[in-house]
């Protein structure tokens, strides 16, 4: 019913760019806060960035800020997240999760998952 399909991700050097999309389907996307979390092997799934339903409010990581945008196209049903300045600590398998009405923050509190999208930056 509910899918969140995330793609973008892929193999760029230290110092590089990227920018993940998650399109949305089977919700009503104004009414969730979008938010992005990665996971690298062996570590727990972090939080990285979240929006508000109406793109008016953002929350970061502190490993994010300065270098990653969070925004979203409602128009779309999708939400993006430009990623600069790349390092290779930034190598992880990335999510986009959903919350019904409150920012999405920790794992524990996404109502929903994408499959995720593999970024590796390369030393």
């Keep these: 019913q509910v ?29 969730y806060a979008m938010g992005w979390f990665r996971q690298a092997p ?3 799934r972090e939080f990285v960035a979240t929006i508000s339903g109406s793109g008016g409010g953002t929350n ?7 270098r990653f945008t969070i925004s979203r196209d409602n128009a779309k049903n999708t939400v993006y997240l430009q990623m600069n300045s790349l390092k290779p600590e930034d190598t992880a398998i990335y999510y986009c999760a959903a919350r019904y009405g409150f920012p999405v923050t920790h794992r524990a509190r996404a109502d929903y998952w994408g499959q ?8």
Excluded: H, I, M, P
Aim: net charge neutral; hydrophobic share 30%.
């Design 116 to 123: 995720g999208t593999q970024v590796t930056v390369s030393s």
């Design 3 to 31: 899918q969140l399909a995330e793609s973008g991700g892929g193999l760029v050097q230290t110092g590089g760019s990227l920018r993940l999309s998650c399109a949305a389907s089977g919700l009503t996307f104004t009414n």
């Design 42 to 44: 062996g570590k727990e």
């Design 60 to 66: 970061y990581a502190d490993s994010a800020k300065g």
